[in-house]
């Protein structure tokens, strides 16, 4: 019954250093989320997940970010040399996807990773 | 592109007042649209949520909100906050077969003895 969990916490790392952020998504759920949340600011899309793929990687701002899902489940949120404008708080959630006859599926979120790059 | 604006960047309220944050989205067809809540070191909570139907939908915590098409709102309502109430709203607008969702910059909600 445990919800969307993401490790660590929080993060801190000097500008040009290399992070992976983790998500465990609800189990069986089979859709998971990537957001970004600036400070004052609402969280931002970056990748959808649908089992292993990515049905949606739009908001992804640049090469340095790149996210992986290999077996479905867990996914890792990758950032190669870090600048201090990636600070934020890093949002993961899950969904238990798109079914037949259904208009939405709800977004369950974690906590998120609070990133700080120094 | 879908947008979401939310005009109020802070509401402070008493408690037993009534409460409207106020969100307007924009979109070309008919969205999909939500109201979340987030605590300190908590994740996203969804309050509700506005497919199709009844334009006046319930929630979670006893908020409801109300769709106006006209006036491409979605504003948020409590006929009584509690303190437990302060928090950040969030208003998002969604699509079908778009999974992602597209906030606005949130409202944080202070209540006050």
């Known amino acids: 019954g445990a919800g969307v969990s993401q490790t660590p916490s929080n993060k801190v790392t000097e500008k040009g250093k290399y992070v992976e952020l983790r998500c465990d998504p609800i189990s069986g759920h089979t859709a998971l989320y990537w957001y970004r949340q600036s400070l004052g600011q609402g969280p931002e899309f970056l990748i959808y997940f649908q089992g292993t793929g990515a049905a949606d990687d739009s908001g992804l701002p640049n090469d340095r970010f790149f996210a992986v899902r290999p077996e479905g489940s867990v996914s890792t949120l990758k950032i190669q040399r870090t600048e201090r404008g990636d600070s934020a708080v890093y949002l993961c959630?899950?969904?238990?996807?798109?079914?037949?006859?259904?208009?939405?599926?709800?977004?369950?979120f974690g906590p998120g990773t609070r990133l700080t790059v120094l | 592109a879908q947008s979401v604006t939310q005009p109020d960047i802070h509401i402070t309220v008493s408690e037993g007042a009534s409460l409207e944050l106020r969100c307007n989205y924009s979109?070309?067809?008919?969205?999909?649209l939500f109201w979340y809540v987030q605590s300190p070191g908590q994740g996203l909570q969804l309050l509700l949520k506005y497919f199709s139907g009844d334009t006046l939908v319930q929630g979670i915590k006893g908020f409801e909100a109300e769709f106006k098409r006209s006036q491409s709102s979605f504003n948020l309502r409590k006929p009584s906050v509690h303190w437990s109430d302060a928090a950040e709203y969030f208003c998002a607008v969604g699509a079908r077969g778009n999974e992602k969702l597209t906030f606005g910059t949130g409202t944080r909600l202070t209540i006050i003895p």
């Open positions: 959630a899950s969904s238990s996807g798109p079914r037949a006859g259904e208009t939405y599926n709800e977004q369950f």
């Open positions: 979109y070309g067809a008919t969205p999909y």
